[in-house]
């Protein structure tokens, strides 16, 4: 075996380099290969830092989801549309498709990311051991995944540039799409500062002191 | 540098000892199965290809124009350039930055880092600058968003379909053709084999 202990691994490009034996608190060491942050195991705030954007992530969802994310004028009339209106609107022309991709992307995405990774905080905070193979590629999908649900951004973007007729027709993008851009942001983010790793440094740990 | 060179799994952490292996296969790691290196010869080569060929489609999908529309008589193109900022012209300045980062600086961005990497290896230029660059491409990999981009294309497209006459612009299928090219450029190349090529030109 290799000794392990005081390794640190590059998150950015996997680089071991050997950890100080005294580091001060708010002392910051480099990657001696690309230069990216390092941080001991002891001065992580991954935990908390990803708990408070998720949270802040959550309360965002809320506004998404009820705010008007675009409104369509047709001729001096129109309506403005939250996500769920506009996967109905889809629907209701029969493109089904096309309603799935947008309500997976928009509604489902961004929830089962705030839930997945909620369930890792709380297993990593517990300290659990249970199936972490499994808990570390649940972490990759939801990784992935959560750039999809930035669809909608798009479409809004692309309709709004678009359609733009005087009076005949006429697309603006609502307030709603500004929270949802931000709960995708703020998600992503969450994704990233998670420190995977602590999935199985934990049991690493364990099996070092028995 | 230690005579053993130690190598840790980038997705699990568990140490490895590297070895040099056979043309075309591939390390995996013990404890998760992840990928930790390839030995794929004419790599560079491949990926300097794509990278020419995708900032040519970059520069074509910037020029033309994505998607046009008509309706009673009246006629209305949309670029790029314009989709990422309406939003801007609606007063949500940030979301239209986020989207100009998303679908334009980060693409281009990685495309001319990956030739400063490839170049670099090749020519056994100094590396610090393709160093710097390269991490960053890493970092900023998720937010580049051209395929997310495309499938919102798709589904505007549909959603004006009944609306409007659509004319697909002939940017669109060089941006199609720009994600092609980008996708095959990441899979083939081997970031640790680049870490490794780049460092070993520092010695
Ligand atoms: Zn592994």
Redesign the pocket.
């Known amino acids: 075996m290799i000794k392990h202990k005081a390794l640190l691994q590059c998150r950015v490009c996997g680089c071991l380099s050997h950890a100080p034996t005294q580091l001060k608190r708010f002392e910051v060491m480099h990657c001696p290969r690309c230069g990216a942050r390092v941080k001991l195991a002891q001065q992580s705030t991954s935990v908390e830092v990803t708990w408070a954007l998720l949270i802040a992530a959550a309360i965002l969802y809320i506004p998404a989801n009820l705010l008007p994310i675009m409104s369509v004028y047709m001729l001096g009339a129109g309506q403005p549309d939250t996500i769920i209106t506009g996967v109905y609107h889809l629907l209701e022309a029969g493109q089904w498709p096309l309603a799935l991709i947008v309500f997976v992307a928009s509604i489902v995405v961004p929830l089962l990311k705030l839930f997945t990774l909620s369930f890792l905080l709380i297993s990593i905070q517990r300290r659990s051991r249970w199936r972490q193979y499994d808990r570390m590629r649940l972490y990759r999908i939801t990784e992935y995944v959560g750039r999809w649900s930035m669809v909608d951004v798009f479409v809004i973007a692309i309709l709004t540039g678009l359609v733009q007729f005087g009076n005949l027709a006429r697309v603006d993008a609502n307030l709603g799409s500004l929270s949802f851009a931000a709960v995708v942001v703020l998600t992503m983010f969450a994704a990233r500062t998670l420190d995977e790793h602590l999935i199985w440094d934990i049991a690493q740990q364990e099996e070092a002191q028995a | 540098m230690p005579e053993v060179e130690s190598i840790a ?1 980038q ?2 952490g ?1 140490l490895h000892r590297y070895h040099a292996i056979a043309p075309g296969k591939t390390a995996n ?1 013990s ?2 199965g ?1 990928v930790l290196y390839r030995n794929r010869p004419g790599m560079l080569d491949s990926v300097l290809a794509l990278t020419l060929a995708g900032l040519t489609l970059f520069v074509l999908t910037n020029v033309f124009p994505l998607l046009g529309l008509r309706a009673q008589g009246a006629e209305q193109e949309l670029h790029l350039l314009g989709a990422s900022l309406a939003f801007w012209d609606q007063g949500y300045p940030v979301v239209a930055g986020l989207i100009v980062l998303n679908i334009i600086v980060f693409p281009v961005f990685e495309l001319l880092t990956l030739l400063m990497v490839v170049l670099t290896i090749r020519y056994r230029w100094k590396p610090s600058m393709a160093i710097f660059l390269f991490r960053w491409m890493r970092e900023f990999k998720p937010w580049g968003m051209l395929e997310v981009f495309m499938l919102g294309v798709l589904v505007a497209v549909v959603k004006l379909g009944d609306l409007a006459t659509l004319i697909v612009g002939a940017a669109f299928w060089s941006f199609a053709g720009l994600i092609l090219t980008m996708t095959a450029a990441t899979a083939l190349l081997d970031p640790f084999s680049v870490w490794r090529a780049l460092e070993k030109n520092n010695d």
């Open positions: 799994c997705e699990c568990q790691c404890r998760c992840a």
